[in-house]
């Protein structure tokens, strides 16, 4: 009887392996992005374009592990370097555990992302530049129209 060998390396690998770890593509977080292109969240919680760094940044600071890898996401159309990058992150301990209690789904962790990422500093500065200069520009350029006569 020949005896079975499992090629899968999702079975032998415990919860602190990177293999085991939850994928996050910034496409996944986008709003500029349809969900056929990619977009796991809704549009009004989904972030303008996402970085890999932002995303790591906001993982570390809730206390999850989390490591940047350069790999393209399969549905980006783009084939530059602005959109390469997926970050890889840790819920759960080899216990079987989670790292933090208030993650525990892949779905918690979008959501947790979405909300924190317009919160950073980085944005903070990108928010305020846009909103003053689209306001002021229209009502200069309009002119006013005269009685006919």
Same mark, same amino acid.
């Given at each position: 009887?020949?005896?079975e060998v499992s090629i899968n390396p999702y079975e032998s690998a415990s919860m602190e392996d990177k293999i085991r770890w939850v994928i996050v593509y910034p496409a996944y977080l986008d709003a500029k992005k349809t969900q056929v292109e990619g977009r796991r969240i809704a549009k009004h919680k989904a972030v303008d374009v996402p970085q890999c760094s932002e995303i790591k940044d906001v993982c570390i600071s809730q /206390?999850?592990?989390a490591e940047? %890898? !350069?790999?393209?996401?399969? *549905? %980006?159309?783009?084939r530059d370097?602005?959109?390469t990058g997926r970050v890889r992150?840790?819920? *759960?301990k080899g216990d079987g555990s989670f790292v933090v209690p208030e993650i525990t789904s892949r779905k918690d962790l979008y959501?947790?992302?979405? %909300?924190?990422?317009?919160?950073l500093k980085t944005r903070? /500065? *990108? /928010?305020a530049e846009g909103g003053g200069? !689209? /306001?002021g520009g229209g009502t200069g350029s309009k002119k006013k129209k005269g009685k006919r006569r």
């Amino acid at each position: 009887m020949a005896m079975e060998v499992s090629i899968n390396p999702y079975e032998s690998a415990s919860m602190e392996d990177k293999i085991r770890w939850v994928i996050v593509y910034p496409a996944y977080l986008d709003a500029k992005k349809t969900q056929v292109e990619g977009r796991r969240i809704a549009k009004h919680k989904a972030v303008d374009v996402p970085q890999c760094s932002e995303i790591k940044d906001v993982c570390i600071s809730q /206390g999850l592990n989390a490591e940047i %890898e !350069s790999k393209q996401y399969p *549905r %980006e159309p783009a084939r530059d370097n602005l959109h390469t990058g997926r970050v890889r992150v840790q819920l *759960r301990k080899g216990d079987g555990s989670f790292v933090v209690p208030e993650i525990t789904s892949r779905k918690d962790l979008y959501n947790k992302l979405c %909300e924190l990422i317009p919160k950073l500093k980085t944005r903070q /500065g *990108r /928010g305020a530049e846009g909103g003053g200069t !689209s /306001g002021g520009g229209g009502t200069g350029s309009k002119k006013k129209k005269g009685k006919r006569r």
